[in-house]
C-alpha cells in the first residue's frame, strides 16, 4: 500500500510541475541570460514540506534534462543556470543558491550553501566604467561524487570526491580528493583516506 501511495504522489506532483518545467525547457534558445529559468526555479522554491520536494524532484528533471534521480531540493533554494547538471541521490538543504555546478551523484549540500559559478563572475578591472557593465565569465564547478558542504559554506572552486567542506568555508581554489576543507579561505586540515597520517599540523 505504501508503494501505491508513494507512486501516486509522485505521479501527482509530476503533473504539477510538468507544465511550467516543459516550458521553461522548450524556451531555453530564447533564455540566453537564464531569466526565464530563474523564474520558474523561484516558482518550484515556494511550496513547502514533501509535496515541495516531489515537485521539485520532478521539476528539475525535465528542466535540466538531467537524471536527479532521488534529488532532494528543500524549501527556498534557487537555482540560476540552466546548464547545471544534478546526479543520483544528490540532497540539497534549504535556502542554497546553486549557480552554474555540475552535482555528481550522492553530494550533499547543507542549508544556506552559495555555489558561485566561479570567481569572475563579474569583471572589475576598470575603473572608468560600473562594475555592472563590464561582463565576466561563468566557470563550471564541478562537485565530486559524495562530497559533502557544511551550512553556509560559499563554494567558488570545484570540490573532490569524498571531500567535506566545513560549515561556513569559503572555497576559493580547487579541493582535491578525500579531504577535509575549513575556513577562509579554505585549507585542507587532513585526509580521509583510511590509514592516513595527515593531520591539521600539515594543513
Not at 540532497?91 to 544556506?112: N, P
Not at 552559495?114 to 572608468?128: A, I, L, M
Not at 569524498?162 to 572555497?171: M, R
Request: net charge positive; aromatic share 8%.
Amino acid at each position: 500500500m505504501r508503494r501505491v501511495i508513494k507512486r501516486f504522489a509522485s505521479a501527482a506532483a509530476w503533473v504539477v510541475a510538468a507544465p511550467l518545467a516543459y516550458v521553461v525547457r522548450w524556451v531555453a534558445p530564447w533564455d540566453s541570460g537564464d531569466e526565464l529559468f530563474r523564474g520558474g526555479s523561484q516558482v518550484a522554491s515556494l511550496l513547502p514540506g514533501p509535496v515541495g520536494i516531489l515537485v521539485r524532484r520532478h521539476y528539475y528533471r525535465i528542466a535540466l534534462n538531467t537524471p536527479a534521480q532521488d534529488v532532494t531540493v528543500e524549501f527556498g533554494t534557487i537555482f540560476s543556470c540552466r546548464g547545471t547538471n544534478i546526479g543520483r541521490n544528490v540532497y540539497i538543504g534549504a535556502y542554497c543558491t546553486i549557480g552554474l555546478c555540475h552535482l555528481h551523484d550522492d553530494v550533499l549540500l547543507g542549508s544556506c550553501v552559495d555555489v558561485v559559478s566561479g570567481k569572475q563572475v563579474h569583471f572589475f578591472d576598470r575603473t572608468d566604467i560600473p562594475i555592472r557593465k563590464q561582463g565576466g565569465q561563468r566557470l563550471k564547478l564541478d562537485i565530486g561524487p559524495d562530497a559533502w558542504v557544511g551550512n553556509k559554506a560559499v563554494l567558488m572552486a570545484s570540490v573532490g570526491r569524498g571531500t567535506v567542506v566545513g560549515a561556513g568555508s569559503i572555497v576559493t581554489a580547487d579541493c582535491g580528493e578525500m579531504g577535509v576543507y575549513v575556513g577562509n579561505p579554505a585549507r585542507r586540515l587532513k585526509s580521509r583516506e583510511a590509514g592516513s597520517l595527515e593531520s591539521s599540523s600539515e594543513a
